[in-house]
Every structure is written in C-alpha cells, then in structure tokens.
C-alpha cells in the first residue's frame, strides 16, 4: 500500500481467489459460490464480500484504503467453507525521511538546537504536517508543518543528563531515530562562573575606589557573582528579565554567558545594592 496525498490514506489493492495446489495452472467452475468476507479495522474495502465460483483464471479485485494502518496491514479472510483462511499481509511503502540534529548538546535546559526534518528521496509537499516524539527533552513544537523549501523544523531544549531520542510518529512517514546526548556543560558553567566573577571584581571595585570603603568587600562580591550567575540561567532558562538589563538575541557559544554574567553581576548587584540601602563607611 502506498500514500495517496489527494485522498489523505494509504491505498493498495487485494487479489482473492482459489487455486488447486497440485494443479496450479488448472481452471474450473464451482458447482456452488463460496463466500468470503473480508476485515479490517479502520479501512475501507470494495468490496467487502466475495462470491467465489472458480477455481484458477481472473482473481477477485478489492480496492483498500486506510488513513493510519498498522505496520504491517492485515485483512481477515471469513469463510464458512474453510475456518483457517489465512490473514493477507499487506506491506506499506511509508515515505522515507531525515531527522537532522546534533549528538550532543549542553544539558539542564542550557542546550538548544534547530531539528530539521526532509525527505530522503525528494521535497516534500508545502503545508504536509510531521508528528516528531521525544522521549526525553523539550520541542518547540511536535506537529511540524513542512515550509515552502520542502523541509520542517522545530527546536530542541535540552533537560537534564542522559540523552533522548527523536522518532517520526503515525502519518504516511518513516525515519530512522535519532539520538540526541545530553552532556555536562562544563564551558558554559566556567564561562558563567568567571563572567559573574569578573563582574562582581568591578562592582567592588567602584563601590570602593580610592580605598575610601573597605567594609563588606567580600559580601558585595559574593552578591555579585549570585546575581549574576542566576540571572543568566534565567536568561538560558527562557524567563523574561527586565528591560533595563542588556540581553543577546542568539545564546550561541561560551562568550554569551561569560558577558551575560559580567553585565549582570555588575549592574545587578549595584541595582540590589541601591534598593536595600546599603550604608559604607570609609576606613
């Protein structure tokens, strides 16, 4: 069975009929028809009842036709005649695809990644709709709908460590899967780390220029490197920050964090500074 597009399902055709199986090639007329009922869940046959009279020569045609069938599809055969009928098999010829996306990504929410989704064998339609599954993960969307260039994208976020897999779902199409590992992000968490570091360093240090304030050094500096270590996981967590805070538009590569955790340590801790009213006095 192949996919029809225009008629939304699967369609094929079933040849029924009898042979002598010692004598293949032999024809004759029954004395009397046998009936033979033909089922499917969830398909569409035509036609759905059999009056066999012959033995060998023309095959009985039944057209089939099903929106979601099973892998591999089977009709039941019903005779009264013979209990034992076999099931015909019939197999689908499912539209090849190819889930492009990366082996590895930063873990804990920290990674992204475009998931394109194309045909193997040719462009798919405009407007065609793919089912993508995760089994671990985050997808912008899972009904993809395919561009006016023939593909289909989404985004994956990452959780947490392990890894997960992408798998096409239902519809008239078949991919291999694909596995996505999901790795300790260890440049992201140095490049933070020393970012809201370095940030804090200068908070302090203009907090307390000409050595004129030289009490709870140590407090702002560990304020600063809070502040800045949690407002970028906000910021790769996908939470809104505050306007008046500068904000990348990709968060690609090391050097985002690291600058993300120098602004904000710097400029957040002096804001939380300033609104809890902090009093120094120079020594």
Known sequence: MTWNRDMGRFTGVLLVGLIDRERPGEQARLPEAIAVQLLAAGALLNPQELAIDRIGGR????????????????????????????????????????????????AFGIGVSDI?????????????????????????????????????????????????????????????????????PLLFLMATLIGAMLGATLFVYARNRGGKLRTRLLFDWLIGIIVGVGITAMLYAGMKLPDWLPTPRNLVGTLVPFAMAFVAAAMGAALITFLTGFRRTGT
Do not use: C, W
């Open 116 to 184: 394109t989704v194309r045909g193997r064998s040719g462009r798919l339609h405009p407007g065609d709709v793919v089912t993508l599954d995760l089994d671990n993960g985050a997808l912008d969307a899972t009904s993809l709908t395919v561009g006016p260039t023939g593909v289909a994208t989404t985004r994956l976020r990452s959780t947490g460590l392990g890894q997960g897999e992408l798998k096409v779902v239902g519809g008239p199409y078949v991919a291999a899967p694909v596995k996505v590992r999901y790795a300790t």
């Open 59 to 106: 095959l009985e045609r039944i057209d089939v036709s099903i929106a979601d069938p099973d892998d591999p599809f089977t009709v039941q055969l019903v005779s009264p005649v013979d209990q034992d009928v076999p099931q015909a098999v019939v197999p689908l010829h499912r539209i090849p695809l190819v889930i492009m996306a990366p082996a590895q990504i930063d």
